[in-house]
């Protein structure tokens, strides 16, 4: 899923290609993928676009009149540009957006439909979309704690949970835990003041770095790559492979459809993390640190 890095991106390349323009026409392509009805999606064609936003990992277009348009991209879902009356074929496109100089079109990959649209007019409407969460890059060492203190979870669960915290997902918590050198498994209950100092100078750090990185390899093209897994990342997607800090390998916890990446050297002390499935499998031959497993 897209974080607030590629969100920041995909914002910048918009407003670069769009704002100040009309749409000069709309075309839902799938259905399912709008889920408002009123007011029309058609409502749009002609509006001149004012500008862009982000709202935890949602993407709102504004238009003249305040009117906006919110997409969630979800996990799979992802913006192109073409030139004007280019077509995209794969992945299955899922909208349209026309404009004089070209054209928006929202796609999804895989079957699954989970990517959405929704139309709303007005500030008041617009607000039912923000869960609360803290801007990270704003935010103080005090705001920080404040959050984390709300509510007992581990530190993984709370760095993604949009209440707490805005944009930040899978991906990002994991590099933002191994930059603090802190467990994902910490209860948010038992940090001290220090580890949330550290905790919110490495959410700074590694947003702000990986969003000019992305910048950076853009060059000013429309991202075309937006990845959870990305090529420089010290721990997310690398199971197994060294840490780039102490060369430990890469530990991981899986659960559903996700999974944590840590580094049990730098972060829980050589201690290995309980995995759902291989722990319960292997019971009392799990390895509890990085020597037991060899």
Known sequence: MPELPDIAIYLEALEARTAGQPI?????VNPFVLRTVQPSIDALTGRVVRGYRRIGK???????GA??????LMIAGR???????????????????EFADGVLVLTEAGK???ASLHLVQGEAALAQFDRGGLEPLQSTVAQVATRLRRENHTLKRA???????SGIGNAYSDEILHRARLSPLLLTSRITDLQVAALRDATVTVLEEWTARIRAECAGEFPETVTAFREGMTVHGRYGQPCPVCGAPVQRIRYADNETNYCARCQTGGRLLADRAMSRLLKADWPRTLEDAG
Not at 24 to 28: D, E, K, L, P, Q
Request: a positive charge; charged letters at 30%; aromatic letters at 8%.
């Open 67 to 72: 009117l906006f348009l919110v997409m969630h």
């Open 159 to 165: 760095l993604t949970d949009p209440r707490l915290f």
């Open 79 to 97: 913006l192109r540009w073409r030139a004007p009356g280019g077509t995209v074929a794969r992945p299955a496109p899922l909208a349209r957006f």
């Open 58 to 64: 949602r993407i709102v277009m504004e238009t003249e």
């Open 112 to 114: 699954k439909r989970r």
């Open 24 to 28: 000069a026409g709309v075309r839902i």
